[in-house]
């Protein structure tokens, strides 16, 4: 199997990833963290966050496909951290977008500290994006080099 095993920060990991471009420690001090993302990419960087101890206050991913939940939930049911299945967090009305209330009070009642996306394919507002204490989102993306 193909993957990376390394060290971060003092922090063991070991990934699916074959690369570590956009996997390193974050920040230094724990954070509560809204993660906002899917795929296996998004399970590695989830894991690797718990590891430095931060507190993952919530997943948002994508809606289940064909019964089958994404990796990234998969992985913080598994912790009992509660997991969001929005299909889109924004709607069109009168020509403009429009965040999606009973969405975006299920992200903000969480506290989250700082966003982190990896692999994020859904359009977040930018009221999400500038909602957490930290006043920041960091988006990651898979890389094929390093």
């Not at 089958?68 to 020509?95: C, T, Y």
């Amino acid at each position: 199997s193909s993957g990376i095993n390394a060290e971060y920060g003092g922090s063991r990991f070991s990934s699916t990833l074959n690369s570590v471009a956009c996997v390193y420690p974050l920040v230094k001090k724990p954070m509560k963290i809204a993660i906002i993302g899917q795929s296996v990419f998004g399970a590695d960087v989830y894991k690797l966050l718990r590891t430095q101890g931060h507190e993952v206050v919530g997943v948002f991913t994508i809606p289940d496909v064909n019964g089958k939940s994404d990796p990234l939930a998969a992985a913080a049911q598994a912790d009992n951290v509660p997991v969001f299945k929005f299909a889109k967090w924004r709607v069109k009305k009168e020509g403009k977008f429009q965040v999606i209330p009973e969405v975006f009070n299920q992200y903000n009642e969480l506290g989250a500290e700082l966003n982190v996306m990896p692999f994020c394919s859904q359009f977040i507002p930018m009221e999400a994006s500038r909602c957490p204490a930290s006043g920041r989102t960091w988006v990651r993306m898979p890389s094929t080099s390093i």
